[in-house]
């Protein structure tokens, strides 16, 4: 990654959110508030369907890894950003830089994996429910799960040396609270449009493609829903699945946007913007919506603490 004058960048200056030191500390508590809440909401799911062997399910099994993709996911970036708030020195080293956009990416695309596989999961669920058992059995769930999880951590591996391996020239300031593909991409120098265009075909292949099958599968289970006889089955299911889609449209359509925008219309705040829905709010919405309205997981985790 030379510079045009052959020196090469050791670190970068991430610029954030706002260099105003007041609207610095307001969103500093605020995050931070956010993350606690994340963590604590996420480690609860993650207690409640350990402990309690009814809640030993596929659907559960897949909101597990997705509790868990949801922490590592928050702590990849936000820890960085409530530092850079509450610090006038907002440096990152290279290594850092690599390593963060790496780890984020990679539980990126694992999350968009995850949201597609449980969308399967609650189809088979409420359109087939008398093959639900054999058709996601144990093996097939941990089968299902890993595959996701190689398959983000293994894509992510030549987007990012991709990414690294323009030359960088001007200034070495990333407009972002985290080092992200676009923001990087756009202090390169030279033909840097080749790239851009394996970034856009592999946000197709991991957004567009999934959120196509999320929305097919979908709609099939509210053609089931609709046959539903009571008033109230109906009811209920449309809520969760309205939940369901409200949380998918968020992560995916804010990470579209993030990445499949064209260089021209790409705006460093509206990216921000972004970054900061499918870093925190996703995460915080997640454990809302999918579990912790739900009675099952409520009575699991007043059952623990009963016997504490």
């Not at 659907?59 to 868990?68: E, G, H, K, P, T």
Request: net charge positive; aromatic share 10%.
């Amino acid at each position: 990654m030379a510079l045009k004058n052959d020196t090469y960048f050791k670190e970068f200056i991430l610029l954030g959110l706002s260099s105003t030191p007041n609207v610095q500390h307001i969103l500093f508590v605020i995050f931070l508030i956010m993350y606690l809440a994340i963590l604590l909401a996420n480690s609860l799911i993650i207690l409640a369907t350990v402990m309690d062997s009814k809640l030993h399910t596929p659907m559960y099994f897949f909101l597990i890894n997705l509790s868990f993709v949801d922490i590592c996911y928050s702590s990849s970036t936000i820890p960085r950003m409530l530092r850079d708030l509450s610090s006038a020195k907002k440096t990152i080293s290279f290594e850092e830089c690599v390593t963060q956009m790496y780890i984020a990416l990679s539980l990126g695309m694992t999350e968009c994996l995850l949201l597609a596989i449980m969308a399967y999961d609650r189809y088979i669920a409420i359109c087939f429910p008398l093959h639900h058992t054999s058709t996601i059995a144990t093996t097939v769930c941990i089968r299902i799960a890993t595959a996701a999880w190689v398959s983000g951590f293994l894509l992510s591996i030549s987007l990012v040396t991709l990414t690294w391996s323009v030359d960088l020239c001007g200034h070495n300031n990333i407009n972002h609270f985290m080092c992200e593909v676009p923001e990087v991409l756009s202090l390169g120098c030279g033909n840097v449009a080749v790239v851009r265009s394996v970034v856009f075909a592999a946000a197709v292949l991991i957004l567009v493609i999934p959120v196509t099958f999320i929305t097919v599968t979908y709609i099939k289970i509210i053609r089931a829903i609709l046959k539903i006889s009571t008033m109230e089955g109906r009811k209920k299911a449309f809520s969760t699945c309205g939940s369901h889609i409200i949380v998918v449209t968020l992560f995916y359509g804010s990470a579209m946007a993030a990445y499949m925008r064209p260089q021209s219309e790409s705006s460093a705040d509206i990216d921000k913007l972004f970054g900061i829905f499918y870093c925190l709010v996703t995460p915080l919405l997640n454990p809302l919506v999918y579990t912790l309205r739900n009675k099952e997981v409520i009575s699991a985790l007043k059952l623990h603490w009963l016997k504490q």
